[in-house]
Nanobody, 115 residues
Framework: QVQLVESGGGLVQPGGSLRLSCAAS????????MGWYRQAPGKQRELVAR???????NYADSVKGRFTISRDNAKNTVYLQMNSLKPEDTAVYYC?????????WGQGTQVTVSS
């Protein structure tokens, strides 16, 4: 069983930055691909950024050039650095660990971008 705990969400003005953290219960990054997803009210959950076990990344077109996913193996933590935030980035952000047919999700952290 993998446990994931997100933190770092909050209220930020348009153009601002936030860094989300996802702490995993153990050294899983060599076995699980890690991803950040988000779900806005009334919308489906969508992939924001993904980091494979080999360190390859991919991003949703809407966040390319603004968001960066990274990991710290020593801290068992994945990060999502979000810059130049827009109101449309407002959502609950979730961390996911995936391996074959097994997925684990965190509880989510709210990000609100508003003036």
């Amino acid at each position: 069983q993998v446990q994931l705990v997100e933190s770092g969400g909050g209220l930020v003005q348009p153009g601002g930055s936030l860094r989300l953290s996802c702490a995993a219960s153990g050294n899983i990054f060599n076995l699980y691909a890690m991803g950040w997803y988000r779900q806005a009210p009334g919308k489906q959950r969508e992939l924001v950024a993904r980091l494979t076990t080999l360190g390859m990344t991919n991003y949703a077109d809407s966040v390319k050039g603004r968001f960066t996913i990274s990991r710290d193996n020593a801290k068992n933590t994945v990060y999502l650095q979000m810059n130049s935030l827009k109101p449309e980035d407002t959502a609950v952000y979730y961390c996911k660990a995936a391996r074959a047919t097994v997925d684990y999700w965190g509880q989510g952290t709210q990000v609100t971008v508003s003036s």
